[in-house]
């Protein structure tokens, strides 16, 4: 019988090879102290560097480690769930490769989340992040909010501690793209909150550039509300009944007043403008109709290279 781990850690990897060692160390020291045990599955998403044969030597050397290697770069919620649905745990923790979310903070995660708590969040009460990245947080959580009519707190991240019972149905859900935190809210768990201190990053950089945080925010917009089609629906009844008010405020004046309105100038304005709004309400309608076609051609979230087989223990990490 293969026992199945208390806690599965689940840590999507892309471009940080230089502290995936540290967090293997930091991770086994924090959850020593609890009476749990954990895997910790690392998930190659194919970024800069060669994490592979670091993941490969620490897997050699620990049981515990486990590593799962995508063939190409499938963005980091499609490696979240592709460690999701490797993980066997009972409880499963998410957190990021970059030490910002920090292994420290899982034996409270745990602590808090025996009180019966199925979902449980880290807030970054104080975020090591540079001025506009926190800017465009606020500013992306504030759309979700009024977007979707649902909470959102952009002081919390993934990494936090979920139950089996939560896991499992996240799973059965087949939209894409997923994002964890979201289909979680969505399905209706309460989310308990507790504040723990964010990491410094100390090497590297974000991957996510302000044009791939443009193009997941309006992923996660459209796919979790159908508000903006509402919004150019609301528009366009607005602009009709503008133009029909004018329409007849030149009706009257023509012929109460002899008024003739200049022409050429107003039709040009008012095509530009018009066609401009027709536009845009045709390229939100095609975002959708896009994100249908992906849908309906059933392709995996991922598509794995390798991961790595049971080894016998070698200490030469």
């Not at 990245?133 to 759309?143: A, G, N």
């Not at 509402?230 to 009844?237: E, I, T």
């Not at 403008?273 to 059933?298: A, C, D, T």
């Amino acid at each position: 019988m293969v026992d199945v781990p208390d806690i599965s850690i689940v840590v999507p990897v892309y471009g940080s090879d230089s502290t995936l060692v540290p967090l293997y160390e930091r991770v086994a020291s924090a959850v020593a102290p609890i009476p749990a045990s954990f895997e910790l599955i690392f998930v190659d998403d194919r970024g800069p560097g060669n994490p592979w044969e670091i993941i490969s030597r620490m897997a050699r050397s620990d049981p515990r480690v486990i590593g799962l290697k995508l063939s190409r770069n499938f963005g980091q919620h499609s490696a979240i769930m592709a460690g999701i649905d490797l993980a066997r745990g009972r409880w499963l923790v998410i957190m990021d490769c970059d030490l910002q979310d920090r292994p420290e903070e899982i034996p409270r995660l745990w602590a808090e989340a025996q009180k019966r708590h199925d979902v449980v969040i880290g807030r970054r009460v104080e975020r090591q992040d540079g001025f506009f990245k926190r800017l465009f947080s606020r500013v992306f959580h504030s759309v979700f909010k009024y977007m979707t009519d649902e909470s959102s707190d952009p002081a919390q991240s993934n990494f936090g501690i979920y139950s089996r019972k939560v896991v499992d149905i996240v799973k059965e859900l087949s939209e894409q793209p997923r994002v964890f935190l979201h289909l979680v809210r969505w399905a209706g768990f309460d989310v308990t909150p507790i504040d723990i201190e964010h990491g410094r990053r100390d090497e590297g950089k974000s991957a996510y550039t302000l044009r791939r945080k443009l193009s997941l925010a309006m992923d996660i917009i459209v796919s979790y509300s159908n508000k903006p089609l509402k919004m150019c629906v609301q528009f366009g009844f607005f602009m009709a009944f503008a133009a029909f008010c004018y329409g007849a405020w030149i009706f009257i004046r023509y012929f109460l007043f002899n008024y003739t309105p200049a022409g050429w100038t107003s039709v040009m304005v008012s095509l530009f403008f018009l066609s401009g709004v027709l536009l845009f309400g045709m390229g939100i309608l095609g975002i959708y109709i896009g994100r249908v076609f992906n849908q309906v051609k059933g392709r995996p979230l991922y598509v794995v290279d390798d991961r790595t087989p049971v080894f016998v223990k070698d200490d030469s990490l």
